[in-house]
């Protein structure tokens, strides 16, 4: 998985409780990416970063906040889980651009009862 | 609207058979389209990168073909494999906008022995 870590790889929680995922790289590039797969819909990108403290917003982020302090790590948050919010989320790197190549990590799978 | 669609959305083949996989796409201006293998519990895997002036491209027993005068790709898989079994995923770019990477629902192969 190219050098790409989730933690947790699952998690099981509340409605209204905060959740935080952890996205960790060693392969030093440049953008990351937070994206949700659901059955139907494919990958849906939540939120993304460009660098240290540059984020983004996509498809998808309402509910979800992100920050990038080193290169390395990228932390998506729920404030405040909601049943909406259970599915897999995928970690994603890239080198030069949102539209090169992407590497994923291995997912988290999030149950919000 | 840019949309890719993909066809079957599931395939059941025996080991050992061809089987082609359909991508359709009105993403523009169009930049390029990688076909991405997704095992079951892991993150989605690059297998190849089409531009718009190649119209095959191949990994080992893996052959994508793009016309980017209608907008379609296949991708064809010989002498499948057990481990062949996986989710195939389409993505397109688009060369300008934000957000610009947009991701078909995949179709799920099963290969049977």
């Known amino acids: 998985d190219a050098g790409i870590t989730q933690s947790p790889r699952h998690k099981v929680t509340e409605t209204g409780t905060p959740v935080t995922l952890r996205c960790h790289q060693t392969?030093?590039?440049?953008?990351m990416y937070w994206y949700r797969q659901d059955p139907g819909h494919g990958l849906r990108l939540i939120h993304y970063s460009y660098g240290v403290k540059d984020t983004d917003k996509g498809e998808v982020s309402d509910g979800y906040s992100v920050s990038r302090s080193k290169t390395e790590d990228f932390l998506l948050t729920l404030e405040s889980a909601t049943s909406s919010q259970t599915s897999v989320y995928f970690c994603?790197?890239?080198?030069?651009?949102?539209?090169?190549?992407?590497?994923f990590g291995p997912g988290t799978r999030l149950t919000v009862l | 609207k840019n949309q890719v669609e993909q066809s079957p959305q599931s395939l059941i083949i025996l080991e050992g058979k061809n089987c082609t996989l359909q991508c359709n796409y009105t993403v523009s201006p169009f930049s390029n389209l990688r076909w991405y293998k997704q095992d079951t519990g892991r993150g989605p895997v690059s297998l190849t990168i089409m531009t718009f002036s190649e119209n095959t491209k191949s990994n080992g027993r893996y052959t994508a073909t793009l016309d980017a005068d209608t907008k379609q790709s296949s991708l064809h898989i010989t002498a499948s494999q057990l481990s062949d079994s996986a989710s195939y995923i389409c993505v397109v770019s688009a060369s300008t906008g934000a957000n610009n990477l947009f991701f078909g629902t995949g179709t799920r192969l099963t290969v049977i022995p």
């Open positions: 994603a790197i890239s080198d030069k651009a949102y539209t090169d190549t992407q590497y």
């Open positions: 392969e030093n590039h440049r953008y």
